[in-house]
């Protein structure tokens, strides 16, 4: 059983800022990578940031500059700071993370999703 326990969303106002957590526990053995999607009303899932054990980090190209993407490797956690939000990032953001439990196998999981509302 693994379990991602995502935290940190809520309204924020465009220009402020915000940070998601996700964090990762139960049969894991490694983490290959984490991240976050987004999916807007209407629109379909898109990449936010992702970053792999290797410490490579991709972004959405609507975010770059204004997100970051950290990971705490002793924690299984990963963070996405959210600097100078816009009305256009409100969506639910969803954790994910691509992992090797202990037989070896690899899975996909991803966690329930968080609402940011970006509004003044």
């Known amino acids: 059983q693994v379990q991602l326990v995502e935290s940190g969303g809520g309204l924020v106002q465009p220009g402020g800022s915000l940070r998601l957590s996700c964090a990762a526990s139960g049969s894991i053995f490694s983490i290959n990578a984490m991240g976050w999607y987004r999916q807007a009303p209407g629109k379909e899932r898109e990449l936010v940031a992702a970053t792999t054990s290797g410490g490579i980090t991709n972004y959405g190209d609507s975010v770059k500059g204004r997100f970051t993407i950290s990971r705490d490797n002793a924690k299984n956690t990963v963070y996405l700071q959210m600097n100078s939000p816009k009305p256009e990032d409100t969506a639910v953001y969803y954790c994910?993370?691509?992992?090797?439990?202990?037989?070896?196998?690899?899975?996909?999981?991803w966690g329930q999703g968080t609402q940011v509302t970006v509004s003044s």
């Open positions: 994910y993370t691509v992992y090797t439990d202990y037989d070896g196998y690899e899975y996909n999981y």
